[in-house]
């Protein structure tokens, strides 16, 4: 379909077409992960303020690797976990056999409610493992000083969030281990991708291990794989595995791919926080919420929000939307309540959707549009006065 206002425009560029064709016109070209991956690795932590990243196929697979080395290092427990978010955050968690713990949202941010999250830590909780919703932040000082006292890890999934920050310091270099993804519709892409961001050589260590079957000679350091390779004499050198793993290597197309649009994230993050603004001064506060927290924030997408809860309402809303061709996604981050998908069953037989009042608002009667950085002023103004004369139901 052919929108007046799509999801996401033009996110891979003419310049993003010449590094590939750069990089396929060399002669005895690799195309698999080799040299452009660690140089977008390095790159990505420079510009984030972290040690070390590792580059990874998917958004979704730096979550499953991310819980996999918590498990790893701490064995079993609970995860506290947002009931807004993608998917992979909390199958991550089940697949690995941790206990997905889950908290509201806080309604000025779409990301986990600090109250909640205090509530729900106990004896059994190895990490709270937050989602930055929509380039909103979601950390507090009270957050951070808890988690620190009480030495409960913090995950950072940052990939609805590229360049927001807290603190004047950047989301994603705040936890232990932290994960973007690149896939098209987010603040930048490599097509599919993903990255898993620490400052902890250990766990660097333990992610390119796992990104790459399990092998030993992945580790990172030729010493630790030296010794490994005289502890397993009777194994061929190259082919130690020491973990049960995956293969969720990314590749050099996707590498130049990034290390091209990482150069204009910065400048296109500006024009997206600007766009936000108009939005937020333009559409009418009486029909939907406005009052967010913005400090920090830097959204590839506006939350268009229904105040009112209304059934009625919202079916006017969509078929506005649908008429005027502007693409739209119910349910903002990760189509809404994770709670209420089958996937989940099994864990949530037991939980009273009444104590989840926030983030129920954001399934039925939350939605996203897009904002990219070739949208301009007057198209957002235009955008604004169709929402603003629907005549919504009292
Ligand atoms: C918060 C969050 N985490 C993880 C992912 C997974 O990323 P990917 O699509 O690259 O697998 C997404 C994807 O949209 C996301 O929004």
């Known amino acids: 379909m052919n929108f007046f206002h799509p999801l996401m425009h033009n996110n891979f560029t003419t310049g993003d077409t010449k590094a590939a064709i750069k990089l396929l016109r060399k002669k005895n070209i690799i195309l698999t992960q080799s040299s452009n991956v660690e140089k977008f690795e390095k790159t990505w932590s420079k510009w984030l303020g972290v040690k070390y990243s590792v580059f990874v196929n998917s958004g979704s697979s730096a979550n499953l690797l991310t819980i996999r080395i918590l498990k790893i290092l701490k064995g079993d427990g609970e995860v506290i976990v947002p009931a807004l978010t993608w998917v992979s955050d909390i199958s991550s968690v089940i697949q690995n056999n941790l206990k997905p713990v889950f908290v509201d949202i806080n309604p000025k ?114 010493k630790s794989e030296n010794k490994i390779i005289k502890k397993y004499k009777k194994l061929s050198p190259k082919f130690i595995f020491l973990h049960s793993a995956y293969n969720f290597r990314n590749n050099e197309i996707g590498a130049v791919i990034g290390l091209n649009q990482l150069k204009s994230l910065d400048y296109n ?71 209420r998908q089958p996937y989940l069953k099994k864990y949530t037989k037991n939980i009273n959707l009444n104590k989840f009042r926030e983030v129920e608002h954001i399934h039925f009667f939350g939605y996203y549009i897009g904002n990219y950085p070739s949208l301009k002023k007057d198209k957002i103004i235009k955008i604004c006065r169709i929402l603003n004369s629907i005549n919504y139901k009292n």
Do not use: W
């Open 269 to 339: 993050n500006k024009i997206r926080t600007n766009n936000f603004k108009i939005f937020i001064s333009n559409i009418d506060s009486n029909k939907y919420r406005t009052d967010f927290d913005l400090k920090g924030s830097c959204n590839y997408a506006f939350p268009l929000i229904l105040k009112k809860a209304s059934f009625k309402n919202r079916k006017i809303l969509e078929l506005t939307l649908t008429k005027k061709k502007i693409e739209f996604r119910r349910g903002n981050a990760g189509g809404g309540n994770q709670l």
């Open 109 to 222: 941010n779409l990301c986990m409610s600090e109250k909640d999250i205090i509530a729900k830590i106990n004896k059994k909780t190895l990490a709270v493992f937050i989602s930055h919703i929509q380039g909103f932040n979601g950390l507090t000082n009270k957050l951070l000083k808890l988690l620190k006292r009480k030495k409960i890890i913090l995950i950072e999934d940052v990939c609805e969030s590229h360049g927001a920050e807290f603190n004047n310091k950047k989301l994603g270099s705040f936890g232990l281990i932290s994960n973007f993804s690149f896939y098209y519709a987010h603040h930048m892409s490599t097509i599919e991708g993903g990255m898993i961001c620490t400052n902890d050589v250990k766990i660097y260590n333990l992610a390119r291990m796992l990104r790459s079957h399990g092998m030993a000679r992945e580790m990172g350091s030729k």
